[in-house]
């Protein structure tokens, strides 16, 4: 695709439910990132994609917190027993280099997951 | 560890008027700094970024920051605001072969008409 697609754009959940956030990366980025962003905060990193492998997870807050790249492409981050703590917007980024630093991500529109 | 703070969570300018955003940047290498904008319900997208070539960097839309290492910071400036300029803007720093980010609290752009 053109760019990085999230799905859905809004979540709403009940404290309690399990959440699945998707992210297509743009084709062919070997990196692929998780942030988070309360309101009126800044992005936060989660976790880290190099390809399918998850060389960075310091980011997330609790093992409640679970993401996946199975085949280096499409990526899904799951919150279990959801708290209204994790309501924010979950931005995901990809890049198309690795290892080098400096290198422009870019990002798809979040998806603002409401917990109540 | 990398972090930035950004001076002014609010900034507002007049059309026309200069725009002069402050971001400082502790980082114990190196760093790489980036500046990015949000626009409401919008992902973030990249104004310009410091790669250790040019101190003076320009980007897209007429922005442009300058890396100073001996103030530790980057600010963003432009010379005359235009309404669509209003918006989120966020500095960012990562370091060394990491490409992870670490972004500042952001600071939102309103212009007088």
């Known amino acids: 695709g053109a760019g990085v697609s999230q799905s859905p754009r809004y979540k709403v959940a009940k404290r309690g439910q399990d959440v699945a956030l998707r992210c297509d990366p743009i084709?062919?980025?070997?990196?692929l990132f998780w942030y988070q962003q309360a309101l009126g905060q800044g992005p936060e990193f989660l976790t880290y994609?190099?390809?399918?492998?998850?060389?960075?997870k310091s980011g997330l807050p609790s093992d409640r917190f679970f993401a996946e790249r199975p085949e280096g492409s499409v990526s899904t981050l799951k919150i279990q027993r959801t708290q209204q703590e994790d309501s924010a917007v979950y931005l995901c980024?990809?890049?198309?280099?690795?290892?080098?630093?400096?290198?422009?991500?870019?990002f798809g529109q979040g998806t603002r997951l409401t917990v109540v | 560890a990398q972090s930035v703070t950004q001076l002014g969570s609010h900034v507002s300018v007049s059309e026309g008027a200069l725009v002069l955003l402050r971001c400082n940047y502790s980082?114990?290498?190196?760093?790489?700094l980036f500046w990015y904008v949000q626009y409401p319900n919008q992902g973030l997208q990249l104004l310009l970024k410091?790669?250790?070539?040019?101190?003076l960097v320009k980007g897209i839309n007429g922005f442009e920051a300058e890396f100073k290492k001996s103030e530790t910071s980057f600010h963003l400036t432009k010379p005359s605001a235009h309404m669509s300029d209003a918006a989120e803007y966020f500095c960012?720093?990562?370091?060394?072969?990491?490409?992870?980010?670490?972004f500042g609290t952001g600071t939102r752009l309103t212009i007088i008409p």
């Open positions: 980024a990809s890049s198309s280099r690795t290892g080098t630093g400096g290198t422009e991500a870019f």
């Open positions: 084709s062919g980025h070997v990196s």
């Open positions: 994609f190099q390809n399918e492998a998850q060389l960075d």
């Open positions: 980082s114990s290498v190196p760093p790489y």
């Open positions: 410091y790669t250790s070539a040019a101190t």
């Open positions: 960012a720093v990562s370091e060394g072969r990491a490409e992870k980010l670490t």
